[in-house]
C-alpha cells in the first residue's frame, strides 16, 4: 500500500526548505518536509500502519499566478480548483 500526497501549508512557517525550485507534482525530499508533513506522516503511520518510504508527498500545484497557495487564499473556491487541479 502506498500513499500520496500534497499538504497545502498555511503558511510559510510550516513547510520545510523552499521548494520553488522543485516542479509540481514531483516527490518531495525529506529534507523539504516541514513540520506538518512530519506530524501526518507520523499519523498515517501509527494509525494506517503505513510505512514512512510508502507515503509519498507530492509538491502542490500553483496559482494561475506561479505562487504556492496558502492561508486565507486557501479559503477561495477559485484557488482551490487551480491547486487541485479541479
Do not use: C, W
Request: net charge negative; aromatic share 4%.
Amino acid at each position: 500500500m502506498a500513499v500520496v500526497m500534497v499538504l497545502h501549508a498555511e503558511g510559510p512557517g510550516e513547510v520545510g526548505h523552499s521548494t520553488y525550485g522543485i516542479a509540481p507534482r514531483e516527490s518531495l525530499l525529506a529534507e523539504d518536509l516541514g513540520p506538518a508533513h512530519v506530524l501526518v506522516q507520523r499519523v498515517i503511520q501509527a494509525h494506517h500502519n503505513v510505512p514512512s518510504a510508502a507515503i509519498d508527498f507530492k509538491e502542490p500545484l500553483r496559482t494561475k499566478t506561479g505562487a504556492h497557495a496558502y492561508g486565507s487564499a486557501l479559503l477561495q473556491p477559485r484557488t482551490l480548483d487551480t491547486v487541485l487541479g479541479a
